[in-house]
């Protein structure tokens, strides 16, 4: 009995002092992990746009870099997360140029397959993307086989930094449809998804929206299921055409807002119309 006792204050001593060294370790290294992650950062910051120096600013709750070069505003840096395969999303900095294109696309941190969907952040792959702005949009951009979720996510990062800033600097167009003003008649229209394009079709008459139909899409099936089955139906319903996005397929439900105010775009009115810096 004696020895059972001595046994277990033994081991409880080497547990008490095993829990203090890895704590001890830990407030040793996590500072300077810190450190590396933003000395990382900031290198990534002159890559991702071509500038020497950089302020963060916070506009509307979003914060992101502005850059300058020999003291002339270039343009922003932008950090976003989107979802890929793996079970942490992919963290990026998006390089948006004063024109507001993209300028580069960076991988701070992913759980991607090594091998796999890290092909997505390859400077073959991510050089597609550059140059675009919201108006050209990402729905002609190829998917890489084998890593489809992978690039799609940097995709969607890409779009979602452009579309952070420009709601943040309030330069974004947004459409205001007033239905009242439709005409009766079918219109068919273009959003962006998180996939690619879809394709919808629009049926107006006495100023109500009477049906909503997906023609094509090409968003991932099971996942993107609730959005296609909500929205239209919600949008019916309450006879509105900003109606709430479905959680666990925002992208695929702003896609067809987006395609809805896009097939009645001619009815609508700019809610705000203000430059870039």
């Not at 948006?96 to 092909?119: N, R, Y």
């Not at 090409?218 to 019916?236: H, K, L, R, Y």
């Amino acid at each position: 009995m004696k020895d059972m006792i001595k046994m277990i204050a033994v081991l409880g001593l080497i547990a008490a002092l095993s829990a203090g060294l890895l704590s001890a370790i830990n407030d040793f290294t996590a500072p300077i992990i810190e450190q590396n992650i933003e000395d990382r950062r900031l290198k990534l910051l002159g890559e991702v746009l071509d500038a020497d120096e950089f302020e963060e600013v916070t506009e509307n709750e979003v914060t992101f870099n502005e850059g300058y070069k020999d003291g002339d505003f270039v343009g922003y840096v932008v950090e976003v997360e989107a979802s890929g395969y793996g079970t942490d999303p992919i963290s990026m900095l998006v390089g948006i140029s004063d024109e507001f294109t993209i300028t580069g696309i960076a991988v701070l941190s992913h759980a991607e397959t090594p091998g796999l969907g890290d092909q997505a952040f390859e400077d073959e792959y991510v050089e597609k993307l550059e140059g675009r702005d919201l108006e050209d949009g990402f729905g002609d951009v190829d998917v890489i086989t084998g890593a489809t979720a992978s690039s799609r996510a940097v995709i969607t990062g890409a779009r979602n930094a452009l579309e952070d800033l420009a709601g943040a600097l309030g330069i974004t167009d947004e459409i205001v449809i007033d239905l009242a003003e439709v005409l009766d008649g079918v219109y068919e229209g273009t959003g962006q998804g998180y996939g690619g394009d879809i394709d919808v079709s629009v049926e107006v008459s006495g100023g109500q929206i009477v049906s909503l139909e997906i023609l094509n899409h090409t968003e991932t099936d099971g996942i993107s299921d609730p959005a296609f089955e909500q929205v239209p139906d919600n949008m019916v319903d309450e006879q509105e055409v900003d109606v709430d996005t479905v959680s666990g397929a925002t992208a695929t439900s702003e896609g067809i807002i987006e395609a809805v105010k896009d097939a009645l775009s001619e009815f609508g009115d700019s809610a705000q119309d203000v430059e870039a810096n």
